[in-house]
């Protein structure tokens, strides 16, 4: 008794003789699919959302962010770590300034980044985010220009072309307890969609000089953003330049300004997955349920097959295929209907805004399919399936074949 008789004696009786498939087989083969459904959105939805966010970080701030401490003086810096840093690319340097965005009657707290206008676009990957206008910072009307994220442009109805004032506190002492107003006139030049809710309602960019000559500070920057060939290696080169450099300069990479929340979603994934994992653990005994109906069924097929000189493990076999079998058809169903239900959320995404920026920091998910989490899915349904056929099939297989002829 061979393998292939064995499958095909399992297929036989799948249909129990039939054209069509039992409804208990239905049942089951439905339940293992919704359970593989529900693993493959949420794994999607989680693995997605963890990607476009590391992407969206590294688009609008590079990999990492260099200063050092105890200076005013920052043009060294990049050349101090350099040799620290392994795959390179580019690198620009930038101001921060804390300022007050004054528009039609309304006024808001945000952040103005002074970037060289040529070294900027090396380093930061916001073309594809453009919204509307240009992403420079030339003259227009007279007045140096600036590039604001849509969710300012929202708040304050701004449009490309309009004018904006900001305001920053200047330092009147040498201590810097006292401060003084100043007031500047700026043009919008373009509107971009950063994709992270704190940067699309704060963030303001314009040139480096005139951010400098703005805040009276001079020719100093307030760091460098990097850019490196992996978003993996600005991590461990963060962690070289923070041990070698025995605390004299401060780096942040683009994980650890998010770190609570990539830390999150690492944690609900792997929750998520055990929760609904459940599902298909439910579905599994309706399989075992399935296959116990099956072999009471064919008690008197069992012992014909015993008193013809099938052993005990041709049996098991028979009944381990039909479970097996049933099994993968739901997994594979649970496939595709997990990868509609995948595409289903991206149109409610895009066409009714499901995701809410407040409290998601992103304003659009980007699914993500990854191969590890499909084997996973399969591979633990599967485990879960062929162990949830042994206790029918032993049940078969240790059948009396004097017992089973009392079966009709």
Known sequence: MNLVFAARLAFKYIYHGKRRLPLTTVLAIVGMAIGVASLIVAMAVISGF??????TVVDISGHMMILKRGTADQSTALQEVKPLMHGFRAATPFVFLEAVLADKGQVSGVGIEGLDSIEMSKVLQLEKRLKDGELTFVE?????????????????????????RLV????KGIGGSDFRPKMKKFVVNGIVAFGHHEFDSRYIMMDLKRSQTFADIGDRITGYKVLLEDDQEAIHSAMRIANHAEGSFYVHDWRQGNRNLFEAVGLEKMIIFYVLLIIVVVACFNISGTLFISVVRRFKDISILK???ADSWFILKVFTIQGLVIGAIGALLGVVLGLAACYGFLYLQDAYGVISSEVYKLEK???????????????????????ATLAPALRGARLNPVEGMHYK
């Not at 963890?50 to 992407?55: A, D, V, Y």
């Not at 920053?168 to 330092?171: E, F």
């Open 140 to 164: 227009k009307k007279g007045l140096p220009g600036v590039v604001i994220g849509q969710g300012i442009a929202a708040q304050f109805d701004i449009s490309v072309g309009d004018v904006v």
């Open 50 to 55: 963890e990607s476009t966010l590391q992407k």
């Open 307 to 309: 008193a013809m000189g």
């Open 168 to 171: 920053i506190p200047i330092s």
């Open 365 to 387: 998910i980007e699914l993500n399919f990854r191969a590890l989490d499909f084997v996973m899915i399969f591979g633990a349904s599967m485990l879960i399936c062929f162990l």
